[in-house]
T-cell receptor, first 118, second 115 residues
């Protein structure tokens, strides 16, 4: 089975440019998560969706960041305008929901997008 | 307060020996799940093992086992017979029933396996 697919794997761009990161979750998964990983702050949850609806975006750093999930098989994370401090590895993850009392469903991560803003 | 604490930033282990990576957690929710992930230098996050708060036995997956001590709120990962390919960052994570789909991750432990 295909895992979570992210693109691009690497992105290098200049400050001020728009950056779009893409994610295809595992088919059938109803939750999708966007994380950012840096040495200083570790792994941070930015936003997550349930059935394509954003549930919690409290981790989105500021208005320059936006995320969409137009359908069950595709999500984007956009940064506009980008800044050097946005340089990080961005992960997308997906999971299945379970009923109360069942917590064993892990989050499955994509390979990440390594973003460098010059 | 930190939900997940990993106190070992880095560890070394000799190849073929066993190693324990520490994880303590903080929750007042009686229902929760604990997870370990491996992140090799290539960057991907790989799910290793899961332990539920109501599980009576410690979870095992091949060379990985989870030493679950509920009263101490610890969920240590034990890797038996270490291999060079085990060198990686290891993250402990937790989800609670109250906020089911939010995972809390620790800061990670960097494991180096020496030949």
């Amino acid at each position: 089975d295909a895992g979570v697919i992210q693109s691009p794997r690497h992105e290098v761009t200049e400050m001020g440019q728009e950056v779009t990161l893409r994610c295809k979750p595992i088919s059938g998964h109803d939750y999708l998560f966007w994380y950012r990983q840096t040495m200083m702050r570790g792994l941070e949850l930015l936003i997550y969706f349930n059935n394509n609806v954003p549930i919690d975006d409290s981790g989105m750093p500021e208005d320059r960041f936006s995320a969409k999930m137009p359908n069950a098989s595709f999500s984007t994370l956009k940064i506009q305008p980008s800044e050097p401090r946005d340089s990080a590895v961005y992960f997308c993850a997906s999971s299945l929901s379970k009923g109360a009392g069942e917590y064993g469903q892990p989050q499955h991560f994509g390979d990440g997008t390594r973003l460098s803003i010059l | 307060a930190q939900k997940i604490t990993q106190t070992q930033p880095g560890m070394f282990v000799q190849e073929k020996e066993a190693v324990t990576l520490d994880c303590t957690y903080d929750t007042s929710d009686p229902s929760y799940g604990l997870f370990w992930y491996k992140q090799p230098s290539s960057g991907e996050m790989i799910f290793l093992i899961y332990q539920g708060s109501y599980d009576q036995q410690n979870a095992t997956e091949g060379r990985y086992s989870l030493n679950f001590q509920k009263a101490r709120k610890s969920a240590n990962l034990v890797i038996s017979a270490s291999q060079l390919g085990d060198s990686a960052m290891y993250f402990c994570a937790m989800r609670e029933a109250a906020n089911f789909n939010k995972f809390y991750f620790g800061s990670g432990t960097k494991l180096n396996v020496k030949p």
